[in-house]
DNA sequence: AGTACATTTAACCATATGGTTAAATGATAG
DNA sequence: CTATCATTTAACCATATGGTTAAATGTACT
């Protein structure tokens, strides 16, 4: 169904690695932004963003369309779903992980009533 | 419900930013393994597939049980359903650029049909 | 033409990453 | 005790990453 490549993986995985871009993709699920505006909530100079944006380009979560002198940018947010499909694979893992969690978190709860049944 | 720290998306993604750390995930997606056998099917040193281990380690996607001097590692997903929920987020945008696929291609189909039916 | 704005490029720096080989650690086997 | 096996640590190297400031590019305004 979804070519996925290596390679693109990890641009992905890569390109969501860092708290800035994550934060950019966030302001960018709310609307296209131009690169000043994505640069304003963040304390760096506007090249550190404008090379942020390069390594979402590149990634293929982000493409931008030149209007005049503003570079307005827009989600793509496509290549996640190689991600998410990746990530997916595992789910029965934490699943199961969380089961032991609960059985644990009952036996717990249940000692705790023991104890104080006993009390009593 | 899940406590979700940028650190963790961090080093949850950062992790899975590398082709040989996703294979020695899926690895272990089969059963747990010890290093050497992890190692194995890599061309590189035991000592790069070490500090490969240690990465997926600090992320908290694997543990390790010390039995004698084999070291067998199992996969821990957990950390990836918080990298799983955060994509999610952007499910709506790349489920509505396949849309816009989708429409693109229907588009195309029609335009190919028309030219054929104006050549009977 | 000249100024101001949006953005990138260039040059640089510190630190992180992904690999290597050689040596150290720690456990098992003979 | 010694040799061997599993693994890590140390030291090193090349390249990547994430940031900076200063200069360049390209567009808009008057």
């Not at 890569?14 to 934060?23: K, N, Q, W």
């Not at 931008?64 to 998410?84: E, F, I």
Request: charged share 35%; with cysteine.
């Amino acid at each position: 169904m979804v070519k996925c490549t290596p390679r693109t993986l990890d641009r992905t995985f890569g390109a969501l690695a860092d708290p800035t871009r994550r934060r950019i993709l966030e302001s960018l699920a709310h609307g296209d932004r131009c690169v000043t505006d994505l640069a304003k909530p963040h304390r760096m100079s506007l090249p550190a963003v404008s090379k942020h944006l390069r390594v979402l380009e590149k990634a293929g979560l982000v493409c931008r369309q030149r209007d005049g002198r503003v570079h307005r940018l827009k989600l793509q947010a496509a290549p996640m779903q190689q991600a998410a499909q990746w990530i997916e694979e595992y789910r029965r893992f934490w699943e199961a992980s969380f089961d032991r969690l609960d059985e644990y978190l009952n036996k717990l709860q249940q000692k705790e009533k023991e104890k104080h049944d006993s009390k009593k």
